[in-house]
C-alpha cells in the first residue's frame, strides 16, 4: 500500500487511508480508537440536511468529534439545494474543514426521497447540489456509488462533474445500489475515474485486509483508500497499513471502545456495543459462549469483564 498525504482543497491529511462513514457505527468512540491507530481521516455517519436546518434532536450527538476538526470530516445527505447550502453554512458544521455529500447510500427510506444514491440518476441536479454547497466555501467533497443497476458506470462522469463544480475530493464505492454491500467493487471503474480527474480519487469497497489495500491502490491507481466494514472487524489495520505504533490488542481495544461508548451514550452503551462484537471476534475460535454472553448483556461492567476473559 502506497502510503501519501492526501490535500483536500485546503486541508491537508495526514495519510491516505480513511475510515469511511458507517451509520450507527461511527461516532466519536469509534472515529477516536481509530483515528488513534493512525487512520488519516474519519467520516461521521451521514446526517440530514435538513434535520441541521430543522434542529433534529440528535445532531450534536452525531456530529460531535471531541473538538478534533483536524480528523473529522461531516457527511450530509439531502437533495435540496438550499437545504444542503445552508447546512454547510449552519452552525452545527461551521468547525469542520471538510463536508462530505452522500450520494451513495442504498437504503430505501433515503433513496425514494431523491436522496443519498438516488441522485446518480439525476446528473444535473446532483450538479446543482455540488455547486450550491460549494458556494458555503467549505471544502466540498462527494461520495457516490458507481451506479444503480448492475452494469452501471457513472463513476467517470460524476467524478468530472464534481471536479468541474468545485469538489476538493471524490470517493468512489465501486458497487451499484443494487449490489447493497456485496461483490467484488469494479476496480476498472474506478481506474477511468481516477484518470479522468486530477481531484483525489478514494477507492472504497471490499477492502479487509492488506492485500486489499494494495491491490484496490494498484488496479485503480487511486489516491488512496476508505475502509468501512474491513475497519471495524480489524480496527489494526489502520495501524499496520499506516505503521501506526500501538499498544491496544484486541481485548484492550474493545474495553476502551466501550468505555468510551459509555462517556458518550451513559445507558444505552452495552446494547449499542453488542453489534461490533460480531465484527470484532469473526473467525475468533473458542469465543462462543462469551459472545453469546455479551449479546445477553446489558451492563457495560459485565460486559468489560467478559471481555477479559477472551
Ligand atoms: C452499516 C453500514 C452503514 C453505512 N453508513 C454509511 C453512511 O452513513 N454514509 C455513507 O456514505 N456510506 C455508508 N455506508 C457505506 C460504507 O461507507 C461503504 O461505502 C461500504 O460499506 C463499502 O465498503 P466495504 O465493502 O469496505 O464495507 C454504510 C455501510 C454499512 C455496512
Known sequence: MRLKKLVIGNTSVKNNV??????????YAFRSMVTEL?????YTELVSAKGLIYGGKNNSALLYCGGDYENTVAQIFGSEEYFMRAACESEYLKNFNIIDINMGCPVP???????????????KKAERLVRECVKSGK?????IRIGLKKGDD?????SKMAEDSGAKAITIHGRVREDYYSGEPNFSAIERAKSAVSIPV???????TEKDAADMMDKTGADGVMLARGGIANPFLFS??????????LKSFMTEHLLRMQKLRGDMTAVEFRKFVPYYLKGKIGVKDIKAAINSSCSVEEIVDLIAKL
Open 109 to 123: 427510506k433515503v433513496f425514494k426521497n431523491g436522496d443519498g444514491s438516488a441522485l446518480l440518476s439525476d446528473i
Open 202 to 208: 478514494i477507492a472504497n469497497g471490499g477492502i479487509f
Open 38 to 42: 493512525g487512520a488519516g481521516i474519519t
Open 240 to 249: 499496520s497499513l499506516t505503521g501506526t505504533k500501538t499498544d491496544y490488542t
Open 139 to 143: 471544502n466540498i467533497t462527494v461520495k
Open 154 to 158: 457513472i463513476a467517470t462522469e460524476f
Open 18 to 27: 480513511l475510515m469511511a462513514p458507517m451509520a450507527g457505527y461511527t461516532d
